[in-house]
């Protein structure tokens, strides 16, 4: 995912939020303009951009937050309203706590974007790269699974070669 489509997510999704009377109310999940787990992600991401160009204050992390708080609402069951408020709560820890870590790592580091993304759980791969790692799974190069303990094998061990002179 990228800045610019992070953004775009987090504008169409606060949009989504602010509309209509369902405020604190259960909400249609297709209203979303993307999965919960995107939108988290666009809003860590965010986040990360603001804290990155140094701009990350309050007044701009507080609505992302909030905003995060209430992703939950979007659901077709219906909200038990400790469990909502507990939910609530959770994510605006996570996204707090996510926002604590990313103070720890430093902006000039040449590696912050794939520290954020380790830090988000979002995987690094190239096209190369993921071209390359579907080659050998096809050839069947890599390494082998360990679950081959039971069975033989078609190499013979070091003791029953024949010493040539």
């Not at 860590?44 to 209430?70: D, G, R």
Request: aromatic share 10%; proline share 2%; with cysteine.
């Amino acid at each position: 995912m990228t800045s610019q489509e992070a953004q775009d997510y987090i504008r169409r999704y606060l949009e989504v939020l602010g509309e209509g009377d369902k405020r604190g109310g259960r909400r249609n999940p297709s209203q979303l303009p993307a999965s919960k787990e995107n939108i988290l992600t666009a809003i860590k991401l965010e986040i990360a951009q603001l804290y990155f160009i140094n701009s990350a204050t309050e007044e701009l992390v507080c609505p992302l937050v909030h905003a995060a708080m209430f992703i939950d609402s979007f659901t077709h069951e219906a909200l038990d309203t400790q469990a909502f408020v507990r939910n609530m709560r959770e994510r605006q820890h996570e996204i707090q706590g996510f926002h604590k870590e990313l103070m720890n790592i430093e902006r000039t580091d040449s590696f912050y974007w794939q520290r954020v993304y380790a830090l988000i759980g979002v995987g690094l791969e190239t096209k190369s790269q993921t071209f390359f790692d579907q080659l050998k799974s096809r050839l069947g190069l890599g390494a082998k699974p360990a679950s081959n303990a039971g069975q033989t094998t078609i190499f013979r061990h070091f003791e029953d070669r024949i010493v040539l002179d």
